[in-house]
């Protein structure tokens, strides 16, 4: 079946846009999470949703950033008044449960000029 | 604070050759880990995960890891590497804190070059 999508796949904005970053899970997951991929800090986790749960935002970096998921589904990453440290390769993932192993998506990287 | 450690950034290996990229974690109890392998321009591709019973987990690709407590390691092994294995490996360490998150924490990859 179909795996994990992200769009855009690349994404180039002027510092101080906002940016908007798609996440597709796979069908019938139930946990969908948010990480972010850059030289400095490596991969690190930002967001978590599972199910109709409040979501765990301790991962995001500052209060620019926000997710949301909507019908348990599609997720959105946003990205207020972006910054140039904010230029990494974002990464969507899905797991069909708790605890269950994550499947990712091919990401969306971000360069902020 | 759990963490993942895995101490070699860079290695060369001949194809054919075997290999082994060692992942050292924290963790206050029995950890989920996993292996995850990134070429380039790609998402994370999971190869092989352990969450409990047999210490030895076979995956895909022709890899295995092997989970020793006593040492806090989750080793990767391949017996014969191929071109195609070229890539960066990254080990994580499923966490839980709390109600239910299971974010992974990773460690910094090893990104493995493979020689004719």
């Known amino acids: 079946g179909a795996g994990v999508s992200q769009s855009p796949s690349n994404k180039v904005t002027e510092k101080g846009k906002d940016v908007e970053l798609r996440c597709d899970p796979i069908?019938?997951?139930?946990?969908l999470y948010w990480y972010r991929q850059s030289l400095g800090q490596g991969l690190e986790f930002l967001i978590y949703?599972?199910?109709?749960?409040?979501?765990?935002k301790s991962g995001l970096p500052s209060d620019r950033f926000s997710a949301e998921r909507t019908g348990g589904s599609v997720s959105t990453l946003t990205i207020q008044r972006t910054q140039q440290e904010d230029s990494a390769v974002y990464l969507c993932?899905?797991?069909?449960?708790?605890?269950?192993?994550?499947?990712f998506g091919p990401g969306t990287r971000l360069t902020v000029t | 604070a759990q963490s993942v450690t895995q101490p070699d950034i860079h290695i060369t290996v001949s194809e054919g050759a075997s290999l082994e990229l060692r992942c050292n974690y924290s963790?206050?109890?029995?950890?989920?880990l996993f292996w995850y392998v990134q070429s380039p321009g790609q998402g994370l591709q999971l190869l092989l995960k352990?969450?409990?019973?047999?210490?030895l987990v076979q995956g895909i690709k022709g890899f295995e890891a092997e989970f020793k407590r006593s040492q806090s390691s989750f080793n990767l092994r391949k017996p014969s590497v191929h071109w195609s294995d070229a890539a960066e490996y990254f080990c994580?360490?499923?966490?839980?804190?709390?109600?239910?998150?299971?974010?992974?924490?990773f460690g910094t990859g090893t990104l493995l070059a493979v020689q004719p």
């Open positions: 994580a360490v499923g966490a839980k804190w709390g109600g239910a998150t299971n974010k992974l924490i």
């Open positions: 993932a899905s797991s069909l449960e708790l605890a269950a192993e994550q499947y």
């Open positions: 963790y206050g109890a029995t950890p989920y």
């Open positions: 069908s019938g997951h139930t946990a």
């Open positions: 352990y969450f409990s019973g047999d210490t």
């Open positions: 949703f599972q199910g109709n749960s409040a979501p765990d």
